[in-house]
């Protein structure tokens, strides 16, 4: 039989060499049982490892981290550059769907509107007038035709004048809160510009990126619960619907759950631990 190899961390293999060198048995320093050779080294744990599941009374039940997530929010901007006449909504305040929040100078719009009136009922005058002589035949058929085209024409003036109007005001398109106020009154602003960041709180959801082997269990409609940080309280939950694609590095898939409405406490951005048990059967 050949030597045999004992294959040990750099401290150990010191350790030894310094025995060797004074003459000691290396066996003083082994381990006795015929567990020696495994109790030799035991690597460390990994760092920020933590369980992957609790034990219940029906086995272990996987939990993963979740975040709670507004199903519905936005960053409203200006649709047209101008002059921040109101903006003064402040930050967390809330508001109902068809408030207005925010409104631009539209002095200039106005004006320009008007005109386009204007233009348009004289241009509707004068296809009035092309008629009755038309009926006289004291006019061309080419003049009846130019003029109903001038009020087309006028017309689509007035309806894009006032389209730009309309966008002096951004009204809410759902009733929410404020979640980031972007800009200020008196500021000028250019188009596309953001203003305000809302978010409805009224319908939040878990939000949780699971790994793709909990697909064989996993389906909507499975309820589930929350263990949320910053409550220090469990929430129940359901599975509204799963995403539609693997990552293929990390092997996980988004996964969102419902929240019932009016649940006391909840704020967008809190998160805690979701526990999933599987169905009695599925592992």
Do not use: N
């Amino acid at each position: 039989m050949g030597p045999v190899r004992l294959h040990a961390p750099p401290a150990l293999a010191r350790a030894w060499a310094v025995l060797l060198a004074l003459g000691l048995p290396i066996a003083l320093c082994l381990p006795a049982g015929p567990a020696a050779a495994q109790d030799l080294y035991t690597p460390p744990p990994l760092p920020g490892a933590a369980p992957l599941s609790v034990e219940s009374g029906a086995g272990p039940v996987p939990e993963i981290r979740a975040q709670i997530s507004p199903r519905r929010h936005t960053v409203l901007s200006a649709e047209i550059a101008g002059k921040v006449v109101r903006l003064d909504l402040r930050e967390g305040e809330a508001f109902a769907e068809g408030d207005v929040l925010a409104a631009i100078d539209c002095a200039a719009h106005e004006a320009r509107r008007d005109r386009a009136a204007a233009q348009e009922e004289g241009a509707r005058r004068r296809l009035d007038t092309a008629g009755r002589l038309d009926r006289l035949s004291s006019i061309s058929r080419l003049e009846v035709d130019e003029a109903r085209a001038a009020l087309d024409a006028a017309a689509a003036e007035t309806a894009l004048a006032r389209v730009f109007v309309e966008r002096c005001e951004i009204r809410a398109p759902f009733s929410g809160r404020v979640a980031e106020k972007r800009a200020q009154e008196h500021q000028y602003v250019a188009e596309g510009e953001q203003l305000l960041a809302i978010l409805d709180d009224g319908a939040l959801e878990v939000e949780m990126l699971v790994p793709s082997r909990w697909l064989a269990w996993l389906a909507p409609g499975q309820t589930f619960t929350v263990a949320v940080d910053e409550l220090g309280a469990s929430v129940e939950a359901e599975i509204a619907r799963i995403g539609a694609r693997v990552d293929p590095v990390s092997q996980s898939i988004k996964v969102f759950g419902r929240i019932p409405q009016g649940t006391p406490g909840l704020v967008a951005g809190m998160s805690g631990v979701a526990r999933l048990a599987p169905p009695p059967g599925d592992g």
